[in-house]
T-cell receptor, first 114, second 114 residues
């Protein structure tokens, strides 16, 4: 039972245009979300996060939007660059005994074409 | 600054052989520690997490086990590997406590079981 879903396994975008990566979740108790970027044979690196009390968080070229009623979040990258080509994972944080668990989606492979 | 190490980087093991993957974190104390697996075409599956020495929580039933013999050391083991254990294993840490904070991942171990 996948609580965090990324329904698009891949996305291709022209350099300079906007990349939009989507993520849906099922558990309304999640109240913090993150996006990670992963290159092949490396560990993921943190990109940006958002609390459920907000609907937007921006950091440079990266903006995350949260629609809590739709249980949907998206990552916008503007303008897209070839170096952005990677797999992007969204994650939701769930409270667990003594700590928090991170529930990851299946990832979306972004390819930015020069 | 904090760093996280994993070894080995790659491993090829026969079915039925034992496994030991090690993860260590430097530059912090009392971290939460996590083991994930990324199987081909799948997302990041949380296997184990630990909030302290000797405290292990398991997420999925499997033939793997984890141990935390020291504060900043996390070990993933198996007595007998299965073909389905092949994948990319990632160790991660974040600060302990009750506040949300991002996880930091190690470089990963590529395990191939033949």
């Amino acid at each position: 039972d996948q609580q965090v879903k990324q329904n698009s396994p891949s996305l291709s975008v022209q350099e300079g245009r906007i990349s939009i990566l989507n993520c849906d979740y099922t558990n309304s108790m999640f109240d913090y979300f993150l996006w990670y970027k992963k290159y092949p044979a490396e560990g993921p690196t943190f990109l940006i996060s958002i609390s459920s009390i907000k609907d937007k968080n921006e950091d440079g070229r990266f903006t995350v939007f949260l629609n809590k009623s739709a249980k949907h979040l998206s990552l916008h990258i503007v303008p897209s660059q070839p170096g952005d080509s990677a797999v992007y994972f969204c994650a939701a944080i769930e409270e667990a005994s003594g700590t928090y668990k991170y529930i990851f989606g299946t990832g979306t492979r972004l390819k930015v074409l020069a | 600054s904090q760093t996280i190490h994993q070894w080995p980087a790659t491993l090829v093991q026969p079915v039925g052989s034992p496994l030991s993957l090690e993860c260590t974190v430097e530059g912090t104390s009392n971290p939460n520690l996590y083991w994930y697996r990324q199987a081909a075409g799948r997302g990041l599956q949380l296997l184990f997490y630990s909030v302290g020495i000797g405290q292990i929580s398991s997420e999925v039933p499997q033939n793997l086990s984890a141990s935390r013999p020291q504060d900043r050391q996390f070990i993933l083991s198996s007595k007998k590997l299965l073909l389905s254990d092949s994948g990319f294993y990632l160790c991660a840490w974040n600060r302990g406590g009750r506040s949300y904070n991002e996880q930091f991942f190690g470089p990963g171990t590529r395990l191939t079981v033949l």
